[in-house]
């Protein structure tokens, strides 16, 4: 690992942003609109609000969890975090109507809570922050001609990267690369520099951050993100969740044992001190690694709490440089984590503002096969997806290379629709939100995001694998009925089967591909009847799986009203039961990140057991 230090840091500097149109501060009462991913207390719209005078409507609508199925934990993180932000507003004397899923006058529509709202309250002007979806961005802006207030957009300035920077980034470049974006990231905000150089003189590790298990396994085994215990509020909407939306996919238990997210501001900077602590140090060289049992292994499972405000990308940099400039962590796992939220998470946001609300109709590979029923529930003999997926069901979590390398990897190599499967990375994820989900999965997992003569924006070529990289990754093959390294017939792993299918099927589009002219090189070795046999066994899988026709032309399904996605007779994985809270919380960071909420986060937090056996050397 490279323990380099920075010979000299300077605070990470705060973007310019400047509002769509500038307020008239003297214009009041303000209709003040918050959203369930703007769960941002050092939000501008709050700054310039005067509690005295304006109201902040804050609405739990049903649309929102059945315009795409909603696994039961995402709504009810949605809502938990909503009322938990709500209550805080209230305390800090702010007025906030706030409608719950079961008023009895609930439109269940954005748009028809506002109109309420408005003919209530009466307001000069109607303030919010830039909604992070295309779908209601434009809910919004039909608002301007449906009143005779004006409608005041404001920038979000939670994100580092206000849409004019990266749109004058991208500006006149032939592709978009994440790695030229991040570089150019670590300059303007100035993180892990040394003068115009990177600290150390790399600007990544990427190459070192490959490393698997071996056959051991992960030792120390990881330390589980810590949970919280669910308080009144949370076990009210776990109960109002599954009445409202009983067919709705994953799994939740009504008492609230195994719902664990932090709900609060407060309940998120304990998380991410629990991984800045205990799981940051490891997790650059196995940021790829997988292992049964161990759905989260190094990762910070912070992204559901950043993606709703509750905590900033500038909290989680500090945080992690702070662990680097004190030793506690090496370079190579920081720089890694802090490529993830100035880099790739930027990066895709901007790619998701650029490319428009078009961008989620695209499917450039031209595949149009349906999603296995499988996604769903988990039921399969195949070890990966079942662990993989199952987690998904279970927990609502999977780590990235779970995502891309095994879920996302099979439903490209697969043929799904890109549309569908991006819908269920939506659905089914804690963190899901779309302009997370899309870019990630239209560009990155499916590599359908081409347009015009661009073959592709987001990535330059698929990320599609065999059996043999989910075996060296992993201990999923050794549990499983299927041979990673057999390409046709029964007993063929379905990965290896689909990956060497796929390469025939887009033969002519990648033999032009640079980085993929070996690869076709070797399927040309193969001769006549292997290449027959691998178009059987993956066109029987296709029909096993009800994945039908992959290459007729079809609108994916967007209509899941009459769908029972509720897993209830899937048996139940063992979660960890939660854990009482140590007598003292360890805290290495600075005590000021913290101090506003440690103790009232105390009170509820539990935390696994510490492993007591020695840290490996990564190799
Ligand atoms: Fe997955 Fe294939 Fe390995 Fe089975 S053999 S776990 S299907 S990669």
Redesign the pocket.
Known sequence: MNNARPKQHTPLRKPVVVASKKPDMDVHPVLAVILGDQLDIDARLLRELDPARDTILMMEVAQESEHVPSHVQRTVLFLSAMRHFAAELTRRGFNVRYVKLDDANNTHTFSGEISRAVKLAKPARISITQPGEHRVRAMIAGLNGEFSIPVEIQEDEHFLTPPATFAAWAKGRMSLTMEYFYREQRRRLNILMDGDKPVSGTWNYDHDNRVSFGKAGPTPRPHRPCTFKPDAITRDVIKIVAERFPRAPGRVEPAGETFGWPVTRADALVALQDFIVHRLPLFGPYEDAMWTDEPFVYHSVLSPMLNRKLISPRECVAAALDAFEKGKAPLQSVEAFIRQIIGWREFIRGIYDLEGPTYAERNSMRQFGKLPDLYWTGKTD????NACIGQVVDRAYGHHIQRLMVTGNFALMAGVHPREISDWYLAMYADGVDWVTLPNTLGMVMHADGTGKRTSVVGTKPYAAS?AY??RMSN??TK?R???AKRHGESA????VLYWDFLRRHRARFEKNPRMGQIIKNLDRFGEETVTQITISATKIRLELGIGDIDTPRAPKTDHSRDDYSTKLVPATQLPSLRQLPSKLSHTLSDTLFDATKQEAARRVAVPKKATAKRPKPR
């Open positions: 195949m070890a990966c997806m059996g989910i075996g999923y093959c499983c299927y041979e990673p792993c379905p990965f290896t």
